[in-house]
């Protein structure tokens, strides 16, 4: 009996995916619950199952090209049932190659991706592709289930001219980047920013997190999570976000913290943050980190975030005011430790440690005096640390 193994829709933003990497082989079997292959989404990487007991008898795909979602991807079966569907048209895979080869790849799957082809293009387009040695593999068709018309070859040829006459160098997003890129340009489209900045006096934060015992000083997102999630409690407009000309308050404080792994930007969620200890927090951040930088951050790492933490403190960058995380209320942005000369009531000087804080505000949510006491009370719990 063959068994169809379709792309499952990953994703509530995009259809479609990226294969990255194939886990088995024409041959192997394989049981209800293993992993077939690992494919990427606008925001992770994640292991596609098989639903099925079975052998596999086809694979449908290249690594590094994008597969849409309900493509057949492999067939379960027995050796002789592969003649049997070798001709029959599925839906086709598209995208652009990425970058990764496969070597040795199987004869026969070659064979079954030519007839998928085949089975969606007219004689009068095969015959043009021919004439202008041109691989009908590389074109989305964007007729009907995804036939390739004439239209296609001459926006292909086009694109491919435009490429050949160029020497402007360009770098493709990934999907990540490209989610980034939407909801960004969403929020600062959409929501009437406003910003603040307060300086403060870390001197007595640095002491008590330089005396944790060596090699559990905890991290300066748990610090600025815990005293962020206190000051959310006492102001949860701040929590909250703006629809309909309302103001909803989220029964939750999910705070989110941007991490940077190489060109890609994360953001994973520490849930209930405010019911957590600063060594739970800590924990946390520490597992959340190194799964944004191996790319393995789950759809519920990444979801539910009420309110985002940005901390640039490793960088020479004094202050930045961030783009707010839409739909949220606010963005709270950590620039670098630095020293200053402060004077003292009696006009003696000191050496203290600062750095700045800024906050990112929805006009529409918070006025500037409402946000002004949030980050008031930030600065005021993170300079009282005893």
């Known amino acids: 009996m063959v068994v169809e193994i379709k792309m499952p829709n990953l994703s509530q933003t995009t259809d479609v995916v990226k294969l990255l990497k194939w886990l088995v082989k024409v041959g192997d079997k394989v049981k209800k619950g293993d992993a077939i292959c690992e494919v990427e989404t606008d925001k992770v990487n994640v292991e596609v199952e098989s639903f099925a007991d079975g052998q596999i008898i086809k694979l449908f795909g290249d690594q590094g090209k994008e597969i849409r979602n309900g493509t057949v991807i492999a067939i379960l079966g027995e050796k002789g049932e592969t003649r049997e569907i070798a001709s029959k048209p599925e839906k086709p895979v598209h995208g652009r190659d990425t970058g990764s080869k496969i070597k040795g790849r199987d004869e026969d799957t070659r064979n079954t991706q030519s ?111 815990f005293y962020s999630a206190k000051a959310l409690v006492k102001f949860p407009k701040l929590n909250g976000y703006f629809k309909d000309n309302r103001v909803y308050k989220n029964n939750q404080i999910n705070i989110g913290f941007a991490v940077a792994s190489g060109d890609e930007l994360y953001v994973p969620i520490v849930k209930d943050a405010n019911k957590k200890s600063l060594e739970e927090l800590n924990r946390e951040v520490k597992i959340l980190v190194s799964k944004a930088q191996e790319k393995k951050l789950g759809p519920a790492n990444i979801s539910g975030g009420t309110f985002t933490i940005s901390n640039l403190g490793i960088y020479p960058v004094n202050e930045f005011f961030g783009v707010i995380n839409y739909p949220q209320a606010a963005l709270l942005g950590i620039g670098n430790i630095r020293k200053i000369l402060q004077v003292k009531e009696d006009n003696s000087l000191a050496v203290k440690k600062i750095f700045n804080i800024t906050g990112s505000f929805d006009h529409r949510i918070a006025n500037g005096s409402q946000a002004a006491l949030f980050l008031t009370e930030i600065k005021k719990l993170l300079e009282e640390v005893k």
């Open 115 to 225: 007839l998928l082809i085949e089975s969606r293009v007219t004689k009068l387009v095969q015959r043009l592709a021919e004439k202008n040695n041109i691989d009908l593999a590389e074109i989305t068709g964007s007729g009907p289930r995804g036939t390739i018309v004439k239209k296609d070859l001459e926006d292909y040829t086009n694109r491919s001219q435009k490429k050949e006459t160029t020497n402007i160098e360009y770098w493709e997003l990934t999907p990540n980047q490209q989610v980034i890129s939407a909801n960004l340009s969403k929020s600062k489209s959409s929501i009437p920013h406003y910003y603040l900045k307060s300086e403060v006096l870390i001197d007595n934060l640095l002491i008590k997190r330089n005396a944790s015992e060596r090699g559990k000083k905890l991290s300066m997102y748990a610090y600025l999570i």
